[in-house]
C-alpha cells in the first residue's frame, strides 16, 4: 500500500511557474512508476506525465517543453516542474503511482494502469 500527498499547488499568473511535489510513504517506492494527471472542471481526468522505474520521462504533447517531471528515490518524493504556465494548465493534479512490476522503462499513461492516487492539488493560472 502507498499514500501520495501532493503539495506546491497555487494561483500563478499566466508565464509563471510552479513546482509540485508528491511524497510517497509506504513500502518500495522505487519499484513503481510515478505519473502526474491533471483534472479541470467538467472535463475527464488526463495524462500529464510519467516517470518510470529507470529515470526516463514522457509527456503529453501539450506540456512538453514546459514541464519536468522528476523522482528522488531517496527521498520518496516526485516532482512536477512547471514553467511557462498557461490559463488551459488550470486543474487540479494529482500524483500517482502504478504497482505493476512491467519493467524499468515502462511509462504508463492510462488512469486505468494506476493503482494509487493522491488528493490532487489545485493549480489555477490567470490571465
Known amino acids: 500500500q502507498v499514500q501520495l500527498v501532493e503539495s506546491g499547488g497555487g494561483l500563478v499568473q499566466a508565464g509563471g511557474s510552479l513546482r509540485l511535489s508528491c511524497a510517497a510513504s509506504?513500502?518500495?517506492?522505487?519499484?513503481?512508476?510515478m505519473g502526474w494527471f491533471r483534472q479541470a472542471p467538467g472535463k475527464e481526468r488526463e495524462f500529464v506525465a510519467v516517470?518510470?522505474?529507470?529515470?526516463?520521462?514522457y509527456y503529453t504533447d501539450s506540456v512538453k517543453g514546459r514541464f519536468t517531471i522528476s523522482r528522488d528515490n531517496a527521498k520518496n518524493t516526485v516532482t512536477l516542474q512547471m514553467n511557462s504556465l498557461k490559463p488551459e494548465d488550470t486543474a487540479v493534479y494529482y500524483c500517482?503511482?502504478?504497482?505493476?512490476?512491467?519493467?524499468?522503462?515502462?511509462?504508463?499513461?492510462?488512469?486505468?494502469?494506476?493503482?494509487?492516487w493522491g488528493q490532487g492539488t489545485q493549480v489555477t493560472v490567470s490571465s
Open positions: 500517482a503511482a502504478a504497482d505493476n512490476y512491467s519493467g524499468l522503462n515502462w511509462l504508463p499513461s492510462g488512469t486505468y494502469e494506476y493503482d494509487y
Open positions: 509506504g513500502r518500495a517506492f522505487v519499484r513503481y512508476p
Open positions: 516517470i518510470s522505474r529507470s529515470g526516463n520521462t
